[in-house]
């Protein structure tokens, strides 16, 4: 048996190639992203990016009813997306195991809310299991496709950004072969029209309640006897932290956080004198063990916000405030587009025609804050457009003349399409900036329907994003150098000028994919510059100041642009070979 240490995202991979699984799809999304990446070096398993979440859900789910093994993979806000396939197929069953992987984020380190996907399975009905570290998260992964396939039921394996992005000692076991399950037609089963509807819910209670009852028995619920004086209830990382700050203790650990193990937690209660329950964001476990009428304490001391840690433990419930636990400082960073990022040279024309941006989620989130100051809301995926046309029917067509919806590539193959539909069929006359770096930015460059590249590195049909919205009905599409900021001037004037709707295509591609080369750095001359700092308001991180005032240029960030040289009317800045 070979041990290997693993990402908690790369043990996830490895527990669905050792469990046979056969065919897995995903939207890239910070902190589950990592999955995908490592599910390609196994070539059992066909691997897919997916437009969004709710595809690649609805991809697993037809893998499942043709008899195979499958898995979907999203962050919690993507699990929204998903939700629509994921509760029906709640009441549908599987016929192959089908596993979720809900990556959530407390602390919200890359997400727009810190949403409890527990709450959601719970809603839905479906199990959830929730490892604690690398080799559980490979193991209960594969837990989770023997109890989908026992227990008919799709299963959620929850995992948090702590636990992805974290490593851990993962023993390597070989890949189980799974036959291949007969598709039977089976109308009842995978029709949910209301007839059939009705009698498969009362299935699903059935399930829930048999796999509540079975839960006391499952190994990944387990009581941990010591000083009985205190006892936790917690699950996943917070077990960590349990372990760390309070080592004496007596604690019980579940594995399957929904639904819960009655017996075994009033079991547990029973023995211990003070009960607590330690567990991240919302008060899933809490609510229920209070509604049984087991008295402990929770929520009273433990916030419902960010990351749990082991100080905070100490803090909470030992008392302890020593300065040696405290965490400790690093400095801070704040968020900055990159140097030679196309959003910046967008953003820094929309700041000069005091133009506001209905955002998206992705890197140009960051036009947001100063320098830039251009972006002022951001929702959801493909919420830009949708934004942007709801204030025009608020306001009227003069209102919406000086703001432009802007969204970037992959969000617009994920949403953004349906949103542009809308704003076409019901008369909109806004206008849509779709920029366009070739990837999937902020989530670490992964590839889309629009690039011409699989998730398996295949070459592909790219979707043309001009012939798509013309085919939409949108008669005027431009696209234009990111960088050209004269001609994109120009553009947005005239297109925000419009009685119509209109999309602007910025075509430039992100400064860090592989194989861009930049043969040239801007370099300052400081004989010609007047101090006016007219090329420092779009905020590079590669241009400073000297103590006399003028400017410099950091030549290891610089990637040559130019944005910087346009908007410099002095030449006092020039381009030459790195």
């Known amino acids: 048996m070979e041990k290997k240490i ?147 039921t799709p299963v959620i394996v929850r995992t948090t950004t702590r636990l992805a992005h974290s490593q851990g000692l993962v023993e390597l076991c070989d890949r189980k072969e799974i036959a291949d399950k007969p598709y039977e037609r089976n109308v009842a089963k995978f029709v949910m029209m209301p007839g059939n509807a009705k009698h498969r819910h009362v299935y699903v209670e059935q399930r829930l309640k048999k796999m509540a009852e079975d839960g006391a028995s499952f190994a990944i619920n387990k009581a941990e006897y010591n000083d009985t004086s205190i006892g936790f209830i917690t699950s996943g990382i917070p077990y960590q ?71 905070m433990l100490r803090k909470a419930v030992l008392g302890e405030t020593e300065e040696l636990k405290a965490a400790a400082q690093v400095p801070a960073r704040p968020p900055i587009l990159c140097p030679g990022c196309p959003h910046r040279s967008v953003f820094s024309v929309l700041n000069k025609l005091k133009i506001h941006a209905a955002g998206d989620i992705g890197c140009y989130t960051l036009g947001a804050v100063a320098p830039l100051n251009v972006v002022d809301t951001t929702v959801c995926m493909g919420a830009s457009i949708s934004t942007l046309h709801g204030m025009e029917k ?41 920029l366009d770096n ?15 590249k699989t998730l398996m590195g295949e070459t592909t049909k790219a979707v043309n994003l001009m012939q798509l919205c013309k085919a939409i009905g949108v008669e005027h599409v431009i696209e234009v150098n990111a960088f050209d900021t004269a001609e994109l001037e120009r553009v947005i004037k005239e297109e925000t000028a419009r009685d119509d709707v209109s999309v602007i295509i910025t075509k430039s591609p992100c400064v860090l994919l592989k194989g861009n080369v930049f043969p040239d750095v801007c370099v300052p001359d400081s004989d010609k510059c007047k101090k006016c700092g007219m090329c420092l308001r779009p905020g590079c991180p590669a241009l400073t100041k000297n103590e006399d005032g003028t400017i410099a240029i950091d ?5 040559g642009c130019g944005l910087c040289m346009q908007l410099c009317k002095f030449d006092a800045i020039k381009k030459q070979a790195r």
Not at 58 to 73: D, K, L, T
Not at 251 to 256: N, Y
Request: charged share 20%; with cysteine; glycine share 8%.
């Open 6 to 152: 693993m990402l908690g995202n790369e043990a996830i991979a490895r527990g669905a190639y050792e469990a046979g699984v056969k065919v897995s799809a995903a939207y890239p999304g910070t902190p589950s992203t990592e999955i995908s990446e490592n599910l390609v070096q196994y070539k059992e398993i066909y691997s897919e990016w997916s437009p969004n979440e709710k595809v690649a859900a609805e991809v697993a789910i037809g893998a499942s009813i043709a008899g195979v093994r499958a898995m979907c993979s999203m962050k919690h806000v993507g699990v929204n997306v998903a939700s629509d396939p994921l509760y029906t197929i709640s009441y549908g069953g599987v016929n192959g195991g089908l596993v979720l992987v809900a990556a959530d984020d407390p602390g919200l380190y890359s997400s727009q809310n810190e949403q409890d996907t527990r709450m959601v399975a719970r809603a839905a009905q479906v199990p959830v299991l929730e490892p604690s570290d690398s080799e559980e998260a490979k193991e209960f992964v594969k837990l989770a496709f023997e109890l989908s396939e026992q227990y008919d």
């Open 394 to 434: 608020a306001k009227g067509k003069e209102y919406i003349k000086n703001w432009v919806a802007v969204i970037g590539d992959s969000t617009f193959m994920h949403t953004g399409v349906n949103s542009l539909i809308n704003m076409v069929y019901n008369k909109s006359t806004g206008t849509v900036m779709i």
């Open 555 to 559: 030549a290891t960030m610089c990637n």
């Open 438 to 452: 070739s990837t999937t930015g902020m989530t670490g460059h992964q590839d889309h329907a629009a690039t011409g």
């Open 241 to 311: 932290y349990v372990k760390e700050a309070c080592p004496d203790v007596s604690v019980l650990k579940l594995g399957m956080v929904h639904p819960l193990p009655r017996k075994l937690i009033e079991e547990f209660a029973s023995k211990v004198d003070k009960l607590y329950i330690f567990e991240e964001l919302e008060p899933v476990i809490e609510e229920q063990v209070k509604a049984w009428g087991i008295s402990c304490i929770g929520k009273e001391i433990f916030t419902v916000q960010g990351e749990y840690s082991a100080n």
